[in-house]
């Protein structure tokens, strides 16, 4: 069983950064794919970033290649989603996912093929 624990969300002007962080407070993350996700009201969730679970493959969604980043960090257990350049257009609510021995990241996050979720955080870009 994996418990993922999100953190850092919060509210941030357009062209900023923030730094989201998921940790299994049970378990560890070895041998796990990890995702990030999000939703805003009356959408659907979508996978913005998959990592594999050996670190070698990533899927990044278009529209924030370039701007967003996925690092892990297996010795605490963590993964970090790292946000620059913010836009209005990012704000929703921001979930973690992991997803045992994958190495098809597209599938993960394309076809939300997980086996854990975090709880969820709330980011907001606004003026």
């Known amino acids: 069983q994996l418990q993922l624990v999100e953190s850092g969300g919060g509210l941030v002007h357009p062209g900023g950064s923030l730094r989201l962080s998921c940790t299994a407070s049970e378990g560890s993350l070895v041998n796990y794919g990890m995702g990030w996700f999000r939703q805003t009201p009356g959408k659907e969730r979508e996978g913005i970033l998959c990592?594999?679970?050996?670190?070698?493959?990533?899927f990044i969604k278009s529209s924030v290649r370039g701007r967003f980043t996925i690092v892990r960090d297996d010795a605490t257990h963590t993964v970090y989603l790292q946000m620059n350049d913010l836009k209005p257009e990012d704000t929703a609510a921001y979930y973690c996912a992991a997803k045992y021995r994958i190495s098809n990241v597209r599938e993960m996050c394309v076809d939300q093929d997980v086996d854990y979720w975090g709880q969820g955080v709330q980011v907001t870009v606004s003026a």
């Open positions: 990592k594999s679970d050996s670190g070698s493959t990533t």
